[in-house]
Structure formats: structure tokens, C-alpha cells
């Protein structure tokens, strides 16, 4: 059963806000059907670096897609149907195909992706442009609105 939030009050009261609450809404949506295969870690490796680190046992590097676009990472897993006729006493490893999407923060690119001993490893690195930089200004350089000492 799913709980379903309404934002439309939300959106009476703000301006330029609706993007957070869709992005609260598809995390609602994504945590409660269930679907939580493949597992995943993130991580944090640096100041602006993250590695998605996923479990995809069982999978080629050519069943496997990384696509990233309007700040959504996604990443598929396309298993192709086994002729084999096979007789299981029990079944854990799950040979299905997947689709799973990680929303991105802002200038967030992908580096990189590697797949060794059944784990797929996403590099991610946050690049800031120059102009949203934090500038110093030197105090030297700043002068009093009014340069007129008061009379004592």
C-alpha cells in the first residue's frame, strides 16, 4: 500500500520550489514499490568525489548501461533469455534484467565506470564552475559608504 503526499499546498505558498517537491515525490515513489535489486553503496571518496559501487553478479559489461542526462544517472541491465533447460534444487542468484536511477545533484559528472568480481563502480565528481565559486575579497578593498568623519 502506498501512502501518496499532496504538494498542492505546497505550490500556493512558493515560487520556484516545484522541482524539490517532484523530487521528494519520485523518492516517495522509488523507496516504496519494493524494487531495491541491484543492491547499492555510495560513497564518499573525496572533497567532490562519490562512487556508486552496485552488485550486479552474473552480468557482462555488454549487458550492462550507464546513461546520464538532466541530472538522472541511470544504469540497466538488459539479461538475455537462457536457452538451458535447467533443474534448480534452489534459486538465490537473481539473473533478472534491472533498471535503477539516481537523481544527481547540480554539475555532478560521471568519470568513469568499471565492472570487476561482480561489482559495477561508478565515479562521480561534482565540478563546480569558476563563476559559483566562493570569492575573498581583500579589505583594503572595501571603502565606507560615507568617507566624512563625524564632528565631535
Do not use: C
Not at 512558493?14 to 516517495?28: C, E, K, L, N, Y
Not at 550507464?66 to 536457452?83: N, P, T, Y
Not at 568499471?114 to 575573498?136: C, D, R, S, W
Amino acid at each position: 500500500m502506498r501512502t501518496a503526499f499532496d504538494f498542492t499546498p505546497l505550490y500556493r505558498n512558493t515560487i520556484g520550489f516545484d522541482r524539490i517537491a517532484q523530487m521528494i515525490d519520485a523518492a516517495a515513489q522509488s523507496s516504496s514499490n519494493g524494487n531495491n535489486y541491484p543492491p547499492y553503496d555510495i560513497e564518499v571518496t573525496g572533497e567532490n568525489q562519490y562512487t556508486i559501487t552496485l552488485a550486479v553478479a552474473g552480468f557482462t559489461e555488454e549487458e550492462l548501461e550507464i546513461h546520464s542526462e538532466s541530472g538522472v544517472l541511470q544504469v540497466r541491465g538488459k539479461k538475455e533469455k537462457d536457452d538451458q533447460k535447467r533443474e534448480y534444487l534452489y534459486q538465490g542468484i537473481a539473473y533478472r534484467s534491472f533498471e535503477r536511477k539516481f537523481q544527481l545533484a547540480d554539475h555532478v559528472k560521471v568519470n568513469g565506470a568499471n565492472l570487476a568480481n561482480g561489482l559495477l563502480t561508478i565515479e562521480l565528481f561534482k565540478e563546480v564552475p569558476e563563476a559559483m565559486k566562493p570569492k575573498k575579497s581583500p579589505l583594503t578593498a572595501l571603502v565606507p559608504w560615507n568617507s566624512k568623519t563625524p564632528d565631535v
